[in-house]
């Protein structure tokens, strides 16, 4: 530049520019969710009002159900890396959820984080890498799913909702591909090099075309996941599978206890019409629209409520408390232990296992 001062690459201020795009655009949304729909269907007011006839037992219970929620964070991966100690697992996850709920690229960057915090504790980049990948694919497994069990418990109460038919619909397609896809890359070493070194070639070009640098991993490395995925699954699938279901579950307890609390009775949402409401607003949670889905599940859960038969009131009350409870205790948990988790050393790991 004549001036002497140099410009900025191009490709780095494409990429500023989209980040800055993208934070206007999670802020409008987030911001026309608060602001404008959700006190079109409950004036805060009102909601205030629910939220301060909470008794002191109410208090008591709701803080227990939030504890059993964040306990049930570690134990999947404590059986997807044989050896992590309780401690560690939930300094992890409490760290890498925490990540995943405040950066827009959510989920990958919660597992980029679980990669670093393991290797950091000395575990080894293969066992790392699988306990990453395993637990990621039995949590998306479990999400699918979730849709298609509400649909059949809610047709057995001779009960319909179109929103969460489409849902379960388009769940079970996924699944059934998700599924066959991963038996098929597991059935073969050879089928699992030529899965992988496919997929790399793709992910390369993509990344090309965002003037990213191509993948360091190929063919080789998806053999040596299935390698090791089939001697964890072969011995641990089943307690995986558990693991993985208590700690969705528990979140389910989690917003069964706070619409409860609020008022809502099981005669205007029952147990089964709370299940698919949780459902649904997993599949929503996932869009990745916003941070953590923020303002999308509140819209969506106070909406199905509504929908099933809480008044405005009420639903829009135990959303936001649902929502309080399972966001700020993570993020706070999460701050602590993104601040503490150098100190987790694998002398820590390795003397809690014996």
């Not at 602001?35 to 909601?47: C, G, Q, T």
């Not at 790392?128 to 990621?136: I, M």
């Not at 099933?308 to 205790?329: H, K």
Request: some cysteine.
């Amino acid at each position: 530049m004549p001036d002497g001062t140099v410009a900025p690459p191009q490709g780095g201020w494409r990429r500023h520019r989209k980040r800055i795009l993208g934070g206007v655009a999670t802020a409008a949304i987030v911001g026309a969710v608060f602001v404008f729909v959700l006190p079109r269907i409950a004036d805060y007011r009102d909601v205030w009002d629910v939220m301060k006839g909470l008794s002191w037992q109410d208090g008591v219970v709701l803080l227990v159900a939030t504890a059993l929620n964040l306990s049930t964070f570690p134990p999947s991966w404590m059986v997807a890396l044989p050896g992590l100690a309780f401690r560690q697992a939930l300094v992890m996850t409490q760290a890498s959820t925490a990540l995943s709920m405040v950066t827009p690229a959510g989920a990958a960057v919660g597992m980029a984080g679980s990669y670093s915090m393991l290797r950091s504790w000395g575990f080894s980049s293969g066992s790392s890498a699988l306990a990453v990948a395993v637990t990621g694919v039995w949590n998306q497994f479990a999400n699918l799913v979730f849709p298609i069990v509400a649909l059949v418990l809610l047709t057995g109460v001779e009960q319909d909702h179109p929103a969460l038919r489409t849902t379960a619909f388009v769940g079970l397609a996924i699944l059934v591909v998700a599924v066959s896809a991963f038996a098929f890359a597991l059935s073969s070493a050879e089928r699992a090099r030529r899965i992988g070194s496919l997929v790399a070639r793709l992910v390369s070009r993509v990344r090309r075309l965002l003037r990213r640098d191509p993948v360091n991993w190929g063919g080789e490395s998806l053999g040596r996941f299935r390698s090791g995925a089939l001697q964890l699954l072969r011995r641990r699938w089943h307690v995986l599978t558990l693991a993985t279901l208590a700690g969705h579950l528990t979140v389910f307890l989690l917003l069964v206890v706070c619409i409860r609390v609020v008022g809502v009775t099981g005669g205007e949402v029952s147990w089964v019409e709370a299940f698919a409401a949780w459902a649904l607003i997993r599949i929503l949670g996932a869009l990745p629209l916003t941070p953590g889905g923020l303002g999308i599940v509140e819209l969506g859960l106070t909406g199905a409520l509504v929908a099933f038969g809480a008044s405005n009131a009420d639903a829009v009350a135990g959303t936001l408390l649902y929502r309080s409870l399972t966001i700020l205790p993570t993020l706070v948990l999460g701050l602590l232990a993104a601040v503490s988790w150098r100190s987790h050393r694998p002398t820590d790991r390795l003397g809690s296992s014996q």
